[in-house]
């Protein structure tokens, strides 16, 4: 039966793989030098998320999204005297609608009603510490609007989704049949009934760790969604370059909300902060003017440590 489930796990990682390759699942793009160009006409949440190797909506790309309504003139953000209530030492900031213009993307008004899921009118507002609470429970408002505006781009292929879904199918339905297969051995009491069952059981076990990774490598980009994609990691990038040459607080207040999408936001403070080039937009309020600059930076680590390691904190209290 050890030769049974060798062979079990052969044949399955067999049919994966020829699964895997008729439905393109080595599919690549190669742009020219000249073919690659900043991506324009693309938001931050939107440019963040086609980086990626597998769309999958994150809190980078919400906060990315809020930061570019802002620079937009739709939010603003004032900083409070009150504290969090977990951190004594961090000031609480609040999120208010400015107005509400009639055109909006599909994420953009998905991230409003995440937010606001009463409404999204003019003078609706969150505290920062809240932020959280709101996105954990309407998650998918955000999330579902974001992948189905991709799909209207044309960067997503729905069959390419399909597949993907199959290969996770495949991966569940393995361990659980192995997780069977390994309880009826051991039900019934013999030494050469466990072996038995067991090693087909492995072989099961094999196939699911296959599809599994299967999952994660296999892309559900259209090839019109795979050349943005490439854009899109080039001019991310160039942003780290950027990041690491001597650039002033122009480029810091111009690109952060991509920072954020691409889910480096905290390396981009602490780059421009170190070689003092940070700088605040109109939209943020902060409760001294003279400080505004770091009072921002501060904003965007508390902000963007919700649901990341990093760490937010008090600028205002280095140097």
């Known amino acids: 039966m050890f030769i049974a489930g060798i062979l079990l796990f052969l044949l399955g990682a067999a049919a994966l793989f020829w699964y895997w390759r008729k439905e393109g699942g080595f599919a690549r793009t190669h742009l020219d030098d000249t073919e690659i160009q900043e991506p324009e006409c693309l938001a931050p949440a939107i440019a963040g998320i ?7 909506p994150s809190w980078h790309h919400a906060q990315s999204a809020l930061y570019h309504l802002a620079n937009r003139g739709i939010l603003r953000v004032q900083e409070l005297e009150e ?4 951190r004594p030492d961090q ?3 609040l999120l208010e609608i400015v107005q ?14 995440m937010l606001f899921p009463e409404g999204y009118t003019r003078g ?14 309407q998650y998918r408002y955000f999330a579902d609007a974001l992948l189905h505006e991709l799909e209207e781009k044309g960067f997503l292929d729905r069959r390419r989704q399909y597949v993907r879904g199959h290969f996770g199918l495949i991966c569940v339905c393995s361990l659980i049949l192995a997780l069977i297969g390994c309880m009826i051995g051991l039900t019934v009491g013999s030494t050469e009934g466990i072996g038995s069952v067991v090693h087909l059981a492995f072989g099961l076990l094999g196939i699911s760790a296959i599809a599994f990774f299967m999952r994660l490598l296999y892309s559900t980009l259209s090839p019109r969604g795979r050349r943005q994609s490439q854009r899109c990691r080039e001019f991310a990038n160039s942003l780290l370059t950027a990041m690491k040459k001597d650039t002033g607080p122009e480029t810091f207040v111009q690109y952060f909300p991509y920072a954020a999408g691409f889910g480096w936001l905290a390396a981009w403070v602490y780059a421009f902060q170190q070689r003092e080039a940070l700088n605040a937009p109109d939209w943020y309020q902060p409760r001294t003017s003279g400080d505004a600059p770091r009072s921002f930076a501060a904003m965007l680590l508390m902000w963007n440590s919700i649901f990341t390691r990093s760490n937010g904190g008090d600028l205002r209290k280095s140097n």
């Open 91 to 93: 000031a609480d900031y």
């Open 83 to 86: 504290t969090v209530l977990w």
């Open 50 to 56: 086609m980086a990626m190797s597998a769309p999958l």
């Open 124 to 137: 609706a507002s969150l505290k920062a510490s809240q932020l959280k609470r709101a996105y954990s429970k």
């Open 100 to 113: 509400v213009p009639e055109q909006l993307s599909e994420h953009e008004q998905g991230v409003l009603a």
